[in-house]
C-alpha cells in the first residue's frame, strides 16, 4: 500500500505512542520511515522503541524551536531528496489547563498549547512544501473531538483541536493545488501518556465503551490503518477530510 513512501513521523514518545504504530503499520506497508523525537530526555525511548524497524531514520525536532524544523528538512533533503507523507501527532498543554473551570485558563497556557498543538502543524507542513511539490503528498494530524464539541475537562486541548483542525483545512486549500493533500484523523480516547494529562480521561473511556455505536474502544492500530489508507495513494481524491476512527462516538447526540 505504501511500497516507496517516505514518510516523516512526528510525536512518538514511547512504546504508547499513536506517532509509534501509526510509523509500524505504514513500515510494514512498506513505506520508508522516519521519526522525530521531541528532546534528549526522550530520544533513548525513541531508540527503544523504534529498533525493530529496518532502516529508520531518528531526528530531533523541538517544535517551539524554530531552527529544530529547519534543520530536520534539512536533514530530510539531503537523505532523501522528496517527502511523500507527514504525520503531526503532537500535543501538549500544561496540566492546569486540562481540569475544571476554562475560564480560569492564563495567556501564556493558551499560547504554549495552541503553539505547541496547531502552530507546529503550519510550520511542519511549510517545511514539508518544498520536498512535496514535485510529486505531491499526503498530511495527516491528529485530533479530538473536543477540539469540535465540548468535552468535560479537555479544555484548552479543545480550543488548540479546533485550532488545528482549521489549520489543516486551510493548508490543505493552499497546498492542494500543488497535490499535497492535508487531512485530520480524530481518535477516540486511547491511554497514552499525552492522555494521562486530561482530568477524569478514565471516565472517557468509560463512556465510549459504554455508548459508542460498536460498544468498545479502539486502539492505536486502528488509528494506524486508518492514517496509512490516508498517506497511501488509495486516498488520492481525498482532502480537507475529518476522519473520526472513534468506534462511530461522534454521531450520537444521546
Ligand atoms: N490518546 C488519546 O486519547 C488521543 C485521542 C485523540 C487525539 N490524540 C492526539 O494524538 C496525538 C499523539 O498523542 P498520544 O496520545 O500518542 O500521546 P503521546 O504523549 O505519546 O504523544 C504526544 C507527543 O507530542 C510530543 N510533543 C509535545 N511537545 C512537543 C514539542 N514541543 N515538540 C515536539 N514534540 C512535542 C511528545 O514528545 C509526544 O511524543 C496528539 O495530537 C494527541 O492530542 C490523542
Known sequence: MLDGKRILVTGVANHRSIAWVVAKVCAEAGAQIAITYQNERLKSNAEKVTKELEDVLLLPCDVTQESETEALFATLQEKWGQLDGLVHSIAFADREDLKGAFHETSRAGYSLANDISAYSLVTLAHHAK????????????????????????????????????????????????????????SPGPIKTLAAAG???????????????????????????????????????????????VDAGYHVMGM
Open 130 to 185: 518544498p520536498l512535496m511539490e514535485t510529486n505531491g503528498g499526503s498530511i495527516i494530524c491528529m485530533s479530538y473531538l473536543g477540539g469540535e464539541r465540548v468535552v468535560p475537562n479537555y479544555n484548552m486541548m479543545g480550543v488548540a483541536k479546533s485550532a488545528l483542525e482549521m489549520s489543516a483545512k486551510y493548508l490543505a486549500a493552499d497546498l492542494g493545488p500543488d497535490q499535497i493533500r492535508v487531512n485530520i484523523v
Open 198 to 244: 486530561v482530568a477524569g480521561f478514565g471516565g472517557m473511556l468509560d463512556v465510549v465503551a459504554q455508548r459508542s455505536p460498536l460498544r468498545r474502544n479502539i486502539s492505536q492500530e486502528e488509528v494506524g490503518k486508518a492514517s496509512a489508507f490516508l498517506l497511501s495513494d488509495w486516498s488520492t481524491g481525498i482532502t480537507g477530510e475529518t476522519i473520526h
